[in-house]
């Protein structure tokens, strides 16, 4: 919740400086570093949130609705501000997200998780979380392989769609159609969140790995300038796709790693993803430039589709097993024994594992 709070700081503080015309590149920038390290706060927080809120067979289609609604509400989110950018100012329509974020942050006051059965306040060691964190990110293979796989889907899904697409569309299929191609996508997400959420596989993690090759599809039509039918269908396609892997992906991290440290291994999981944003987008214009944009895409659609082989050549991602109604057991976190010397590091308490989620006994 205090991710939250900061965001909405945030956004207040970008509209009071659009809205007043004291704004300037140097004030955005120091603005949004400012936003990149509340969300580096809220996000992994609020993504272990899920699995501590609802009842561990219901796990599967509560991810699928809250990534529903985050899906909506981005739908949402771009028509209205939008709408309130053309009826009145920028500033105004950045007032009005920071509306959005304190609603959203009260509503976070009414969230209730389980204490520890102790009840005791455990002091927080963040450099002691961190390598904790560390610890569980790097000892189970599919999750770093998967975190690795997506850096580079993202990076060029990024790349090829959010920067080269608008140009090729700019000169081909026009800028409202360019619209279309977007909320189709987007369509798509959420018809894969129904779907989804109704599924019973138990290899869900091997099924959402293997249709990030799926992202291939929009770079494939845009790099041949398909027709708008086509282009419309690979990203409807291309939606529905990440959102079975979006659903797998935290149901398999929900189910195999212990409730206290999830949030730790969120904290590595999502800069390798959104890292990979900008380095996208930075690089994707220059290689067009010097390559042309019907290489460039169609290098970017053998990167997706040989980094997706190569996750699936991993036993762990192909065989892990999800939906078993159980989310992993928490380690007990216990502060450091009073004789023990300042600044020393304790050892960690065993963290529970079973036959599917310990490294030494990959899942079956």
């Not at 609802?54 to 809250?66: G, K, S």
């Not at 610890?135 to 599919?142: A, M, N, V």
């Not at 082989?309 to 097993?321: I, M, Y």
Request: glycine content about 10%; overall charge positive; proline content about 6%.
């Amino acid at each position: 919740m205090a991710g939250l709070d900061g965001h909405r700081y945030r956004i207040v503080a970008v509209s009071v400086v659009l809205l007043t015309a004291a704004g300037s590149l140097s004030a955005l920038v120091v603005l949004s570093v400012v936003n990149g390290a509340v969300a580096a706060v809220s996000m992994p927080a609020s993504a272990s949130l899920t699995p501590q809120t609802v009842p561990q067979e219901d796990l599967r289609p509560a991810n699928a609705v809250t990534r529903m609604g985050v899906n909506t509400g981005m739908i949402v989110g771009a028509s209205l501000g939008g709408l309130l950018t053309a009826l009145f100012r920028p500033g105004w329509g950045i007032v009005a997200n920071a509306v959005g974020f304190a609603a959203a942050a009260l509503a976070y006051h009414g969230v209730r998780v389980p204490r520890a059965a102790s009840g005791a306040v455990v002091p927080t060691r963040p450099l002691h979380e961190l390598r904790e964190g560390w610890k569980e990110f790097t000892s189970r293979s599919w999750v770093w392989v998967v975190v690795l796989q997506f850096f580079v889907a993202n990076a060029v899904s990024a790349g090829g769609i959010q920067v080269l697409g608008p140009t090729i569309a700019n000169s081909t299929y026009g800028r409202t159609a360019w619209g279309l191609v977007l909320a189709t996508q987007m369509a798509g997400a959420l018809i894969g969140g129904f779907l989804v959420a109704r599924s019973r596989a138990r290899h869900a993690l091997r099924i959402g790995v293997a249709v990030v090759a799926l992202d291939a599809l929009p770079l494939l039509a845009l790099a041949d300038t398909a027709s708008l039918a086509l282009l419309v269908t690979a990203m409807s396609v291309n939606g529905l796709a990440l959102e079975q892997f979006g659903v797998a992906w935290d149901l398999s991290l929900q189910e195999n790693v212990p409730a206290n440290r999830l949030a730790r291994v969120y904290s590595y999981d999502m800069p390798g993803s959104i890292l990979a944003l900008p380095i996208g987008e930075m690089t994707a214009r220059g290689l067009a430039e010097r390559f042309g944009y019907h290489t460039t895409l169609l290098g970017g659609v053998c990167l997706v589709v040989t980094v997706t082989g190569l996750a699936l050549c991993n036993k762990q991602v192909r065989s892990l097993t999800t939906g078993t109604g159980r989310v992993a057991t928490a380690a007990l976190v216990t502060p450091p024994p009073e004789d023990e010397a300042p600044g020393s590091v304790p050892e960690p308490a065993p963290v529970p594992t079973t036959e599917a989620t310990s490294p030494q006994n990959p899942a079956r």
